[in-house]
Nanobody, 122 residues
Framework: VELVESGGGSVQAGGSQRLSCVVSGYAGRASCMGWFRQGPGKEREGIAT???????DYASSVKGRFTIYKDNGKNTLYLQMNNLKPEDTNKYYCAVDLRLAYCSRGTDFAFWGQGTQVTVSS
């Protein structure tokens, strides 16, 4: 299973970015998918997850600003990030699990991407 993130880069505070994660290498559909972020020397933080039924779970730090959604036909997960803040600067990772139907930010996801850097300047 391979996950490839894209869409990172530099943006000014208040701006928007959309991250994408294409999932390949398996026959089927990933039920549980999520976005996480981690900075140097920091613990990994669960940002948002979406499960088989489309139920979502957001971190309080991004709720109302970020939206997670998926296109099952394209096996692609997205994270729309609006009103970005300098503290959102981090490396963002997508993750999937092929076994679980339901998940949350505390789920131990099986597969991870390599990450994409998001830098927000003030």
């Amino acid at each position: 299973v391979e996950l490839v993130e894209s869409g990172g880069g530099s943006v000014q505070a208040g701006g928007s970015q959309r991250l994408s994660c294409v999932v390949s290498g398996y026959a089927g559909r990933a039920s549980c998918m999520g976005w996480f972020r981690q900075g140097p020397g920091k613990e990994r933080e669960g940002i948002a997850t979406i499960d088989r039924d489309g139920s979502t779970d957001y971190a309080s730090s991004v709720k109302g600003r970020f939206t997670i959604y998926k296109d099952n036909g394209k096996n692609t997960l997205y994270l729309q990030m609006n009103n970005l803040k300098p503290e959102d600067t981090n490396k963002y990772y997508c993750a999937v699990d092929l076994r679980l139907a339901y998940c949350s930010r505390g789920t131990d996801f099986a597969f991870w991407g390599q990450g994409t850097q998001v830098t927000v300047s003030s």
